[in-house]
Nanobody, 124 residues
Framework: QVQLVESGGKLVQAGGSLRLSCTAS????????MAWFRQAPGKEREFVAV????????NYAESVKGRFIISKDNADTTVHLQMNNLKPEDTAVYYC?????????????????WGQGTQVTVSS
């Protein structure tokens, strides 16, 4: 089992950048496919980005392609989400999640482990 803790969320102006971090404890990140999801006020949670278990494949939601980058550190304990050129519509609670799937699944139901979320607010 793995425990996930997100950090890095804050208020930022449109056009700015932010890096979120997800620190795993219990088991190391290479054991899992790791992803970021987000939930905006009044909306359902949605997929943002995923890094597969082997670390060889990434996938992104169309709305963030070219702006967000998911990566992990060399110690394999932390996954990052680098967010550039932020827009007000990126405002949401961002969640880190871990899945036992080997492939880069974007399906929320395939993720068994979740962090508590971190708030990102982008002002216009």
């Amino acid at each position: 089992q793995v425990q996930l803790v997100e950090s890095g969320g804050k208020l930022v102006q449109a056009g700015g950048s932010l890096r979120l971090s997800c620190t795993a404890s219990g088991r190391t990140i290479p054991t899992y496919t790791m992803a970021w999801f987000r939930q905006a006020p009044g909306k359902e949670r949605e997929f943002v980005a995923v890094l597969n278990r082997g670390g060889s494949t990434t996938n992104y939601a169309e709305s963030v392609k070219g702006r967000f980058i998911i990566s992990k550190d060399n110690a394999d304990t932390t996954v990052h989400l680098q967010m550039n050129n932020l827009k007000p519509e990126d405002t949401a609670v961002y969640y880190c999640a871990a899945s036992n799937y080997f492939l880069a699944t974007t399906v929320e139901g395939n993720y068994a482990y979740w962090g508590q979320g971190t708030q990102v607010t982008v002002s216009s």
